[in-house]
T-cell receptor, first 117, second 112 residues
């Protein structure tokens, strides 16, 4: 049973380019969360998606950042016109469909480390 | 609270000793807490959780203590091993919502 998968693991972009980060949740999980982690800091919530719906994007910058979780395929976090300040580790987590259990653990992927030159 | 980019606090312990990692959480309404372990270059890994109706929970070599009065959480690791070297985060949750708030983290270094 594969865990949460993210690719690429490392991504280098020049300023102004686009970055696309992909996340495949665990099998049976329909909830996806994206977090950003700066060096020596904790994880900061960016966006929460269910299949074909953005539920909460309050942690995501309104400009240049977008996220989707299509009916088929992985969730995508897209950063347009990257700047040096976007350099960080981006983690995806997934949790199962609500099953009557009040608290759902979030299972994390290995992350994508984005470096903007 | 929000991190301001400070270096992570570091706890250095001798192999075989017990480790205690502390976390002050932010919201008095938080009622579920998780400790995560993050090794270098990897994603956070679930260690142990606790609900607010408990003040102590034990796992294998780990114990979590919760003090709601002072909004404090601690993780105790017994007989610390080199493989325990990592950054440890606490995460708080309110009422089973999807949103977790992560602490800044503590780096644990195990000395041989």
């Amino acid at each position: 049973n594969a865990g949460v998968m993210q690719n690429p693991r490392h991504l280098v972009r020049r300023r102004g380019q686009e970055a696309r980060l992909r996340c495949s949740p665990m099998k049976g999980h329909s909830h996806v969360y994206w977090y950003r982690q700066l060096p020596e800091e904790g994880l900061k919530f960016m966006v929460y998606l269910q299949k074909e719906n953005i539920i909460d994007e309050s942690g995501m910058p309104k400009e240049r950042f977008s996220a989707e979780f299509p009916k088929e395929g992985p969730s995508i976090l897209r950063i347009q016109q990257v700047v040096r300040g976007d350099s960080a580790a981006y983690f995806c987590a997934s949790s199962p469909t609500a099953s009557g259990r009040l608290y759902n653990e979030q299972f994390f992927g290995p992350g994508t480390r984005l470096t903007v030159l | 609270g929000e991190s301001v980019g400070l270096h992570l606090p570091t706890l250095s312990v001798q192999e075989g000793d017990n480790s205690i990692i502390n976390c002050a959480y932010s919201n008095s309404a938080s009622d579920y807490f998780i400790w995560y372990k993050q090794e270098s270059g990897k994603g956070p890994q679930f260690i142990i959780d606790i609900r607010s109706n408990m003040d102590k929970r034990q796992g294998q070599r780990v114990t979590v203590l919760l003090n709601k009065t002072v909004k404090h959480l601690s993780l105790q690791i017994a007989a610390t091993q080199p493989g325990d070297s990592a950054v440890y985060f606490c995460a708080e949750n309110i009422g089973g919502t999807y949103k977790y708030i992560f602490g800044t983290g503590t780096r644990l270094k195990v000395l041989a």
